[in-house]
């Protein structure tokens, strides 16, 4: 199953939750102990570990098999690894491998699969696992878009590298009228400050229309701004962190 998944932040984008759920076995069985799972997947890729309970301790470490059940992983770039348990322990972990340049999924689509363990000489308890998984969303060619109020020559923009301090852009001069401008703005990975200014000292407003500002890159919203903010208002982002 797909969705849409709504992002208005990036800074790094990897992360897995899980629900606990409590299992019980009479007897000597592994299984995994949890029923849901997210991961964000970066763009190196990751492997990713979940907990495993077994009922039994052994001196040695084992090792069991991991399957896929009714959902397969349509959105691709997922491999299942093993379950180990070390040795005198009843916790494993198992471990499936995401890699991200073989996931076809879009900015902001999620799909989800289910696994759970396997062996041929040792009981399974069904917990079954459902991971939800996505790409974590890389962008760089961001879109500047400005929507100003009547006296748009008033209003000034810019966009500075907090780290070198130098403007990466500047929005040229607009000549007096209602109106929508944008700019397609290359960010490289980093942090910025987008400032917006107004020469009258008011903001984006006359009688009739209230401005505003925006900057985004595919489905995510960098900075937005405008309005009534007086002289200038400053907004800070991060691109990729």
């Known amino acids: 199953m797909k969705k849409i998944i709504s992002i208005v932040f990036i800074a790094s984008l990897l992360f897995t939750s899980c629900?606990?759920?409590?299992?019980?076995?009479?007897?000597?069985?592994?299984?995994?102990?949890?029923?849901?799972?997210?991961?964000?997947?970066p763009v190196e890729g990751s492997t990713e570990m979940f907990p495993v309970t077994i009922t039994s301790t052994s001196p040695e470490d084992r090792t069991f098999g991991l399957e896929f059940v009714s959902d397969l992983p349509t959105g691709g770039?997922?491999?299942?690894?093993?379950?180990t348990v070390p040795a005198n322990s009843y916790d494993g972990t198992a471990s499936v491998d995401f890699d991200f340049?073989?996931?076809?999924?879009?900015?902001?689509?999620?799909d989800t699969f289910s696994i759970r363990a396997?062996?041929?000489?040792?009981?399974?308890?069904?917990?079954?696992?459902?991971?939800?998984?996505?790409?974590?969303?890389?962008?760089?060619?961001?879109?500047?878009?400005i929507n100003t109020d009547l006296y748009a020559e008033e209003t000034g923009f810019t966009i500075t590298n907090d780290v070198t301090g130098v403007v990466?852009?500047?929005?040229?001069?607009?000549?007096?009228?209602?109106?929508?401008?944008?700019?397609?703005?290359?960010?490289?990975?980093?942090?910025?400050?987008a400032t917006i200014t107004d020469s009258y000292g008011d903001g984006q407003v006359d009688p009739n229309v209230t401005g505003n500002?925006?900057?985004?890159?595919?489905?995510?919203?960098?900075?937005?701004?405008?309005?009534?903010?007086?002289?200038?208002?400053?907004r800070s982002f991060c691109v990729n962190q």
């Open 77 to 83: 770039g997922v491999t299942l690894g093993t379950i």
């Open 19 to 41: 629900d606990q759920d409590n299992v019980t076995y009479e007897g000597t069985a592994v299984g995994l102990s949890i029923t849901s799972a997210q991961v964000s997947v």
């Open 168 to 193: 990466e852009y500047t929005m040229p001069p607009l000549l007096r009228g209602v109106q929508t401008f944008t700019a397609d703005i290359f960010l490289e990975d980093g942090c910025y400050t």
């Open 118 to 145: 396997t062996s041929e000489s040792t009981a399974i308890f069904g917990t079954v696992l459902v991971i939800e998984y996505f790409k974590a969303v890389i962008c760089n060619n961001s879109t500047f878009t």
């Open 101 to 110: 340049g073989n996931i076809t999924l879009g900015d902001g689509i999620t």
């Open 213 to 234: 500002y925006s900057i985004t890159c595919s489905i995510l919203t960098f900075a937005s701004g405008g309005g009534t903010f007086g002289a200038s208002q400053s």
